[in-house]
């Protein structure tokens, strides 16, 4: 291995150790609770090396998000390819995203609103995310789970609105943040099901 081999080896393996420390800091505390300095003495390096790697905070947060996409993605697709049908990936999905929130910080998406650049890659990645979902109801609706008598891009755009709605009224301000994401789902997921996709539902329920 070359030096220049070895210093982009170094430099890329420290990158991911600031992002593995910076983000689980970042979830639990809110945003604006984590200082460099902060991560910087758990890894045990100075200030200037914590920049030179990696840049300010907004793009160790930006890295740290993307990151943190990209490897529940991962996840999904990953049992995708072993899940029965539809509802069996739904199910996997939901647990994974009770079992991050409930870990969470409410302040960690609130103050996330205030980086455009993160907002950004969030809303371009929810657009392709909202594509891959169509086709995932169309599938569904095929093998008898989803309703064939709703249109799905109305759902997904009320969706979001109430999401939005959440976070403008500061609802995780008068609720436990996992219970309005979970109160959220279910309500959502029960007005798309037939009956042999509610049957589904119901027992995962039963099993949380």
């Known amino acids: 291995m ?4 070895y210093s982009t080896s170094y430099r890329d393996g420290l990158k991911q150790k600031i992002i593995d420390t910076a983000l689980p800091l970042f979830k639990e505390n809110g945003i604006k609770a984590v200082k460099m300095d902060d ?10 090396t914590l920049y030179e790697i990696i840049g300010d905070k ?22 995708a390819r072993i899940a029965e049908n539809e509802m069996d990936m739904l199910a996997f999905f939901l647990k994974m995203k009770l079992k991050d929130i409930g870990t969470v910080n ?43 008598d ?19 009224t500061e609802m995780y301000k008068r609720y436990d943040f996992k ?5 959220f789902i279910f309500v959502h997921l029960r007005g ?16 949380e």
């Open 150 to 168: 709703l249109n799905y891009e109305i759902v997904h755009v009320m969706s979001d609105a109430t999401i939005s709605h959440v976070m403008q």
């Open 58 to 79: 907004e793009h160790l947060l930006f890295e740290c998000v993307k990151h943190d996409t990209e490897k529940q993605h991962a996840m999904f697709g990953e049992h």
């Open 179 to 183: 219970d309005i994401f979970r109160t």
């Open 2 to 5: 070359s030096k220049n081999d």
């Open 39 to 48: 991560i910087a003495t758990i890894l045990g390096i100075s200030k200037r």
């Open 192 to 207: 798309c099901c037939t009956k042999k996709g509610l049957d589904y539902l119901e027992a995962f329920l039963a099993q």
């Open 106 to 148: 409410p302040s960690y998406f609130t103050e996330m609103y205030k980086y455009d650049s993160i907002m950004d890659y969030l809303r371009k990645k929810g657009a392709e995310q909202r594509a891959q979902s169509i086709g995932f109801m169309k599938k569904g609706i095929e093998d008898g789970f989803f309703r064939d």
